[in-house]
């Protein structure tokens, strides 16, 4: 039985181009290879619940789940459920600005002519500014010098005309304005002043793993060790967050947990 609070895929909704899964030598786009993953999953026939979990607890040598909707007991588990974003660390910021604020760029992917701010340095960063590029005029502001994607990204982005990259350019105020933001921002000429309509700080991300017991988190080494639990994929991998590594953790604990069964019932 499969729990999704969204949709499947996760953060692939978001990837311009997904070069390094196999099958693939052109590259994919990341929703294109999102809705194969989808498809290939509904064909084997997993159950699936669209629901948020609030909690994985662990008893009696059960896991028992309880979502926004139902509980569920199991034997074994698998938490696959990858990273949230980081929010930005900025004083005096309104309630009205942070609600203002994305940190993901599913929900204006489709948008045009607007300006959009990026605030970060990764490969996230850069890979959101290219996917927008394409109708839009994207600024990304590096507080540091320091570029921490993929040279390729780097490369591809600063090609792009309608890209611009400012380093040494760190945000200090974000207000409402006309409709959009205005950032203040302080760089290596002064202070300046940055109006556009949609802000994303992709400045990093952690593991999602708020639903865990109190319990499950005092003995979550033993039941890895013991094989009844699994982390698999970008809640567990760090810096090695990829959709081809995430599959593969996949095949490998559905395996495993497979063994285990049967060598129960023999």
């Known amino acids: 039985v499969l729990f999704e609070k969204a949709e499947i895929g ?4 978001n990837a311009n181009l997904v070069e ?38 662990y008893a009696n040598e059960r896991f ?4 926004d909707k139902r509980r569920v007991d199991s034997r074994f ?4 459920s990858g990273t949230r ?46 996917n927008l590029s394409k109708r839009n005029e994207v600024v990304i502001l590096n507080r540091g010098q320091n570029v921490k994607c993929i040279h390729l990204l780097f490369e591809r982005a600063s090609a792009i005309g309608s890209i611009s ?7 200090k105020r974000i207000e409402s304005h006309n409709g959009g933001l205005k950032l203040t921002c302080t760089g290596p000429t002064g202070v300046s002043e940055i109006s556009v309509k949609y802000l994303v ?5 952690e593991p999602e793993l708020r ?12 039941l890895v060790k013991d094989k009844h639990i699994y982390f698999i994929g970008d809640v567990e991998n760090g810096k090695f967050r990829q959709t081809a590594i995430a599959v593969g953790d996949g095949i490998r604990a559905a395996m495993e947990i497979s063994r285990n069964i049967q060598r129960k019932t023999e």
């Open 10 to 13: 996760g953060l692939l909704e």
């Open 20 to 57: 390094n899964y196999p099958g693939f030598p052109e590259g994919i786009g990341g929703p294109k290879l999102a809705i194969l993953l989808r498809n290939h999953l509904i064909k084997t026939g997993v159950e699936i619940h669209f629901e948020k979990v609030i909690e994985l607890d």
């Open 64 to 67: 028992h789940l309880r979502t």
């Open 77 to 80: 588990a698998i938490v696959a």
């Open 85 to 130: 974003p980081r929010k930005l660390n900025i004083e005096g910021l309104s309630e009205c600005v942070k609600k203002s604020i994305l940190y993901e760029i599913q929900q204006i992917k489709n948008i045009e002519n607007e300006k959009i701010a990026i605030i970060g340095a990764g490969d996230a960063a850069f890979d959101y500014a290219i």
């Open 165 to 171: 990259y400012l380093e040494d350019t760190e945000t």
């Open 201 to 205: 700080a992709a400045v990093g991300r």
């Open 211 to 222: 639903f865990l017991s109190e319990n499950i988190k005092k003995i979550r080494e033993r």
